[in-house]
């Protein structure tokens, strides 16, 4: 793989170091293959690992093997990696799991609410029972939570997250940050919620947009504004719970021992994502440590072997036009790679990961990308 | 088992490719409108906040203006916050307060507070524009997110059903439903490439989209198949060459896979037309166009087998 043309070659992340990796990317790039095999590697290494994924299409779940529908944390068995003695360890295993925000949600409702009455005004309001699946980045905020519970048990050494295929890369970063910003905004009191630390003095065009608001319901018949008040004032007690929460997500996210990565592959489209990824990242003050680049393909030989091979000439031309065409998709792997240029950010670690030539279907597999990840 | 038809007769008024992520359903939908844009005039609608269908075309395009690529074809980007604003001025009738509401930040935060309003509007239009295009015998094509989202984006209407059981947004959500449910107005194109996991992806969608959305499946689109080189003998005769057996088995492996997965798709009801694997040094324009013709070529020839 000719990679002069991109900066700093690096060395692998150290994970022994690491507690959190958060893998993030744009779709179809390998996202939660290349979790898996972080997360594999790692407990091949005697490490205790939780490996999450926030993806609505359970491909991580299908890649280690468990039944789509788990919500609870799955055992992976290790039993194919057992050639090294560290794996052999008490301490080393593999849990995986799938969020479901809804049960997430629930489950936080029930823990910050002041009261019970407090809880059930939630959890019957009509907004959040219709929709808190579908409200935008309330799966992402939910993930950060359970996050969060993950990375502070005691009992586990790494956290690996795979998360959902973003447009934008803060889409999943920032969504602690966007609840907050939510509950806490001039929106509430716009709302006309009750008091509390969200009382507010209206502007004057915060009261005509409320008006405007109001009929706007009254057209569309949705009758909203009225729950979409109450829910946001029911988180009233609740807020500072939910502000220590998302002050502990951000701090960890920022940890020395958390390992924010890009993955993707060399395609141009996929690259120019990656970049706007790292920008956007490098806008929010969150490192990126790494740069994972997928499912490169292995460097084209010359036609020499071909033609001193005692085959056909017919055979000879075929092979030859086969190379040609491989080598031409090539090209196009380092064109785009090349775009690459400079926007590897410092003390980034640029990881390369080449194609299987297969799809990773296996533990096995996953195990050998994690090789791949590690070793350069 | 007979395949349900798919023919330049049969495609419905709009065409919604979706499938897993990096199966190419840009580089599809762009074809499958310059194939559709040789007979009818036809819109390719983006509504990938990053417009890689547009930029493939090389046209810029904003919020809800079309671009003309050729004298048939035109593109047009389709952003939920646009739906949005224009749903807001069309039903505030002061424009200053209107302009103005949608400026502010707590505007913002509220429509975030009505979860699902935004993709819910866009539907909306959609389904406006497929009126529109019937009138003048244009068709559409669109480049819609990955299936799960896909899937939440098109789930929407039911959301608002369940909480607006009366009133303008309840009439609006039924047509949305019939919109969706009607064959010859709306239908989906699911791209996938040889691959397992995209296979799954592919089946698990039309699955989904049928039940809980009565949704069809025009077909699905193979993208990325190798024509093949090797037979057999040849690729046997090849196995001391190290790479270049594992490049040639690699590609025959390609062939193969997509073969065996068009029958499991075939087995599920669903065509599956094959797109040729581009080995070309980058991907522009001539090859979309290629990609275009076998297109208009595999969607004719099934025309004429039908009559």
């Known amino acids: 793989m000719?990679?002069?043309?991109?900066?700093?070659?690096?060395?692998?992340?150290?994970?022994?170091?690491?507690?959190?990796?958060?893998?993030?990317?744009?779709?179809?790039?390998?996202?939660t293959t290349i979790s898996a095999a972080f997360a594999v590697d790692a407990a091949a290494h005697g490490r205790a690992v939780?490996?999450?994924?926030?993806?609505?299409?359970?491909?991580?779940?299908d890649a280690l093997g468990l039944s789509a529908d788990s919500a609870e944390p799955v055992e992976v068995s290790l039993d194919i990696l057992r050639h090294s003695r560290r794996s052999k360890s008490h301490h080393a295993r593999l849990r995986a799991l799938r969020l479901d925000p809804k049960r997430t949600f629930d489950a936080i409702i029930a823990r910050y609410a002041p009261s019970n009455a407090a809880r059930d005004a939630i959890l019957e309001n009509r907004i959040y029972r219709n929709l808190s699946n579908a409200l935008a980045g309330v799966a992402d905020y939910m993930a950060m939570e359970e996050l969060l519970d993950l990375a502070s048990n005691p009992a586990t050494d790494l956290v690996v997250l795979d998360t959902p295929p973003a447009v934008e890369a803060l889409d999943f970063l920032d969504a602690p940050r966007r609840l907050l910003d939510l509950l806490n905004s001039r929106a509430v009191s716009l709302l006309g919620a009750p008091g509390?630390?969200?009382?507010?003095?209206?502007?004057?065009?915060?009261?005509?947009?409320?008006?405007?608001?109001?009929?706007?319901?009254?057209?569309?018949?949705?009758?909203?504004?009225?729950?979409?008040q109450a829910f946001v004032g029911s988180f009233d007690g609740m807020y500072e719970g939910f502000a220590a929460r998302a002050t502990a997500a951000q701090e960890k996210l920022r940890a020395q021992d958390t390992a924010i990565v890009i993955v993707t592959t060399a395609e141009a489209s996929r690259i120019a994502q990656a970049r706007e990824f790292i920008e956007a990242l490098e806008?929010?003050?969150?490192?990126?440590?790494?740069?994972?680049?997928?499912?490169?393909?292995?460097?084209?030989?010359?036609?020499?072997?071909?033609?001193?091979?005692?085959?056909?000439?017919?055979?000879?031309?075929?092979?030859?036009?086969?190379?040609?065409?491989?080598?031409?998709?090539?090209?196009?792997?380092?064109?785009?790679?090349?775009?690459?240029?400079?926007?590897?950010?410092?003390?980034?670690?640029?990881?390369?990961?080449?194609?299987?030539?297969r799809e990773p279907l296996t533990i096995a597999d996953l195990a050998e990308v994690g090789r791949s990840l590690r070793s350069r | 088992?007979?395949?349900?038809?798919?023919?330049?007769?049969?495609?419905?008024?709009?065409?919604?490719?979706?499938?897993?992520?990096?199966?190419?359903?840009?580089?599809?939908?762009?074809?499958?409108?310059?194939?559709?844009?040789?007979?009818?005039?036809?819109?390719?609608?983006?509504?990938?906040?990053?417009?890689?269908?547009?930029a493939m075309l090389g046209v810029t395009t904003v919020d809800g203006t079309a671009a003309t690529v050729t004298k048939s074809l035109e593109v047009i980007a389709l952003g939920a916050r646009a739906e949005l604003d224009a749903f807001i001025a069309r039903i505030v009738p002061i424009r200053a307060i209107s302009r103005r509401m949608l400026r502010s930040r707590t505007f913002g935060y509220v429509t975030a507070a009505l979860p699902g309003l935004e993709a819910f509007l866009l539907l909306e239009r959609l389904r406006i524009m497929a009126g529109d295009a019937a009138l003048e015998d244009r068709y559409l094509v669109i480049d819609a997110p990955a299936s799960g989202s896909a899937l939440e984006l098109l789930s929407v209407a039911a959301g608002v059903k369940n909480?607006?059981?009366?009133?303008?947004?309840?009439?609006?959500?039924?047509?949305?439903?019939?919109?969706?449910?009607d064959p010859t107005r709306f239908g989906m194109i699911i791209t996938l490439t040889p691959e397992e996991l995209a296979l799954r992806e592919a089946l698990e969608t039309e699955a989904n989209m049928r039940e809980q959305l009565s949704i069809t499946t025009v077909a699905a689109i193979m993208n990325r198949v190798p024509d093949s080189l090797f037979d057999?003998?040849?690729?046997?005769?090849?196995?001391?060459?190290?790479?270049?057996?594992?490049?040639?088995?690699?590609?025959?492996?390609?062939?193969?896979?997509?073969?065996?997965?068009?029958?499991?798709?075939?087995?599920?009801?669903?065509?599956?037309?094959?797109?040729?694997?581009?080995?070309?040094?980058?991907?522009?324009?001539?090859?979309?166009?290629?990609?275009?013709?076998?297109?208009?070529?595999?969607?004719?020839?099934?025309?004429?087998?039908?009559?």
């Open chain 1, 2 to 31: 000719n990679l002069k043309s991109t900066p700093r070659q690096a060395e692998s992340l150290d994970l022994t170091a690491l507690s959190l990796v958060v893998c993030l990317g744009p779709g179809g790039v390998g996202k």
């Open chain 1, 50 to 61: 939780d490996v999450m994924t926030v993806d609505p299409a359970p491909r991580l779940l």
């Open chain 1, 196 to 228: 509390g630390i969200f009382r507010r003095r209206l502007r004057v065009v915060d009261i005509a947009a409320r008006a405007v608001l109001a009929a706007f319901d009254r057209i569309t018949g949705l009758n909203l504004l009225r729950d979409v």
């Open chain 1, 283 to 357: 806008r929010a003050d969150l490192r990126v440590a790494a740069l994972i680049v997928n499912r490169v393909m292995a460097t084209m030989p010359d036609g020499a072997e071909i033609s001193s091979a005692r085959i056909p000439a017919a055979l000879k031309k075929k092979l030859k036009r086969n190379l040609a065409d491989y080598g031409a998709l090539k090209t196009r792997e380092e064109t785009s790679l090349k775009a690459l240029g400079d926007s590897l950010p410092k003390d980034a670690v640029l990881m390369v990961v080449p194609d299987l030539g």
């Open chain 2, 1 to 54: 088992m007979t395949l349900p038809r798919v023919s330049f007769a049969t495609l419905p008024r709009v065409l919604f490719v979706t499938g897993k992520g990096g199966t190419g359903k840009s580089t599809v939908a762009t074809a499958l409108a310059l194939a559709r844009s040789r007979r009818r005039p036809t819109t390719l609608a983006d509504l990938d906040r990053r417009m890689s269908a547009a």
């Open chain 2, 163 to 181: 909480i607006s059981p009366t009133g303008t947004l309840n009439r609006l959500a039924d047509s949305v439903a019939a919109f969706l449910a």
């Open chain 2, 232 to 307: 057999t003998a040849e690729l046997a005769a090849l196995s001391p060459l190290g790479i270049h057996a594992r490049l040639a088995v690699r590609r025959s492996a390609s062939q193969e896979v997509a073969s065996a997965m068009a029958r499991r798709l075939a087995n599920a009801g669903i065509a599956t037309i094959n797109l040729p694997m581009m080995f070309t040094p980058a991907m522009g324009i001539d090859e979309l166009e290629q990609l275009g013709q076998v297109l208009a070529a595999e969607l004719q020839d099934r025309l004429s087998k039908t009559r």
